[in-house]
Structure formats: C-alpha cells, structure tokens
C-alpha cells in the first residue's frame, strides 16, 4: 500500500489494529500520522480516545496499556506512536512462548483500537516476530525515498492535488534547488502557493521572488554558462556566488553540478537522440533536452568524465581534504579547469 492508499482507507473509515509505517523517507510517514491525528476522530471523540506517544518519553508497556483501553463513546480509539524508533522495544523472548507482551498483544490485537507505529529514518528488522505479527493482523507500509529523476513528477502531481499547475522551469528549478527532500519541497510549495490563486501556474519568476533564488545568479545559470562555455558569465556567476555564501552552498552547488553532468554523461551513452528517448533516459522533461544536447557538444565523453572527476576531488577539498582553501577560490580553480 502507498501512503494515500492508507488515508484513502482512512477516509472510508477502514482500519486495521495495527499499522507500522517505517522507512528512509519520514515525509509519507508523516503525511498519514498527521492525517490520522487529525482526521481519524471527531474533536468531540479525541478527548477520550486519542493517545499520542513518543518514542523517547514511551515503553512498549505503556503502549500497551494505552492500546488494551476500550473506547468511550466512540466506535475507535487511535494509539499513536511517533518516533518510534527511540523506544525501547524489548527483547523477544524465544523461548517462552506467548510470555513477550507485545507480541501476545500484536497476534490478537483489539479491533476497535488503532494503533500506528511511526519508525523513521530507517527501515524496521523484518526478521523480528513484531514485524511478522503486525504484517499479519495488520498493514506494513515502507516509505522509500524517491530517485531524484522521479522528483520533478512528483512535484506537479503535489501542486495538481492542491490544485496548482507547475510552469516547467519552475519545477525543474525547485527540484534542483531543494533536491529530493520531500519535506522541504512540500513546505517551499505551500508557501508559494499562497502567493496565487488555485488553478494558476507556479512560475519560475514566483520561486526566485519567494524561495531567494537570484534571477540572474543561480545553479542553473551557471549550468547554461558552462554549456555555452562562456568564461564571463561564469566568473559573474562565482564572484555572486562567493559574496552570497549562505544562499549558494558550495555543497549544494557542486552536488548540482554532478547530477547535471551526470546526465551528460548518460547523453553520450544514449543511442537514441530523439526528444522522447533523451528525456526517458534522462529522466527529464522533454522541454529541457536541449539544455544536455548543447553541454554534450561542448563536452565530449573524456572531457565530461574528467568533470565527474574534478567534481568528486572538489566536494572532497571543500570538506577540508588536502586543502585550506575558502569556497570562493575552491569554485574559481575548478570552474577555470571545467572551462579548459
């Protein structure tokens, strides 16, 4: 099941006893753990019937006891523990069947309690009985992270759900700017989604005007002055970059500047040039192509790979690694031996 699988069950008021939602990517987990919270009970019902735990201040003890309660004048009441993966879980007891508490409690749970357990940033041990237990009585959903060519969608598919359309700039430049933090993605949009009304195009003029990105001065812009290999421009480019440090990490910046020669890389592996195969293999919009067609001309398959290469030894330098230099200079060396 995905995450709105789950809340579209919500919705329809179907439950499970048991719920563990567990993976790398904390922002599904907390997508249906505020739904829950939110909408699972009347405000009327959530005095009596709603329990929120966390891990650091819980046990599985009190979890229990909080579970084991009958709702009161309500049909369900829900149990959630957030951050659970700082409780003490307890050790399975192998030898003396039906002696662990959690697991009796797992195998035969109450039907008219929901219990969510919120295990972030990491995956819970399949191999544990509690695992096998709530797979069995109840629903086990995995939040993995999304690849970073599989972004750009799901930024539309976010503001389309809000009923927002994306301009296509401006989509690609929030997933290059933010990266794949779902979280942060999520949160940028909404603010900017205050910003117009519904039905109309987030734009690329909205995102510099709101999330600090410099029309003129950006990742991307340094992208199309090195494509163009046009010296000027990119030395504009770096000295803002320099002056402007906490609006253009050099991290962020060099982490950018990988994924976009990474594709031009993948460019000069693909066979297949046409528009629609480029941007399948790419994993971009069909509009930006041209964007890895004209880098790919500049910079032939040794020359990119030498970039790759540069890349790697600068994020290394910029970490402190045989090298004292600032981010300034660090950006200056390297753009001059991407340029020649």
């Known amino acids: 099941m995905t995450a709105n699988d789950i809340i579209k069950d919500f919705k ?11 993976g790398d990517e904390p922002y599904f987990i907390d997508t249906v753990s505020d739904y829950a919270e939110n909408h699972l009970l009347s405000d009327a019902e959530k005095g009596f019937n709603q329990t929120v735990l966390y891990g650091k201040d819980t046990d599985i003890m009190m979890v229990l006891n909080a579970a084991k309660r009958y709702p009161m004048m309500s049909d369900y009441q829900l149990v959630l523990v957030k951050e659970a993966q700082d409780m003490k879980w307890g050790k399975e007891d192998d030898d003396k069947k039906g002696m662990d ?48 060519n599989k972004i750009p969608g799901w930024i539309e598919e976010y503001a389309g759900e809000k009923g927002y359309k994306m301009d296509q700039q401006a989509t690609a430049m929030l997933s290059e700017y933010l990266g794949n933090d779902l979280s942060k993605i999520a949160n940028e949009l909404d603010k900017l989604m205050l910003n117009v009304n519904a039905g109309q195009s987030i734009t690329v003029q ?45 991290v962020l910046i060099l982490g950018n500047l990988n994924n976009f ?62 090298s004292n230099d600032g981010p300034g200079e660090l950006m ?8 020649h």
């Open 261 to 322: 020669f990474s594709k031009v890389l993948l460019y000069h592996y693909t066979k297949d040039r046409s528009p629609q195969s480029l941007a399948r293999e790419l994993g971009v919009n069909p509009y930006f192509v041209k964007d890895y067609e004209l880098a790919a001309r500049s910079y032939n398959y040794g020359k990119t790979m030498q970039i790759i290469s540069l890349l790697r030894e600068y994020d290394l330098k910029s970490k402190g690694v045989d």
């Open 12 to 22: 329809n008021r179907k439950f499970k006893p048991l719920y563990l939602l567990h």
């Open 101 to 148: 508490p959690l697991l009796s409690y797992l195998e035969n749970p109450l039907t008219s309690t929901v219990l969510i357990f919120c295990y972030k940033y990491g995956k819970f041990d399949k191999r544990k009985k509690t695992y096998k237990a709530i797979d069995k009585t109840g629903v086990i959903f995995e939040s993995a992270g999304l690849y970073d």
């Open 332 to 339: 200056k060396e390297l753009m001059f031996k991407i340029l």
């Open 206 to 250: 909205l995102v510099q005007d709101n999330i600090g990105i410099s029309r003129e001065y950006n990742v991307f812009e340094l992208q199309a002055a090195l494509s163009k290999k046009d010296p000027f421009k990119v030395n504009q480019i770096i000295n803002y970059f320099e002056a402007n440090p906490k609006s253009n990490p050099i």
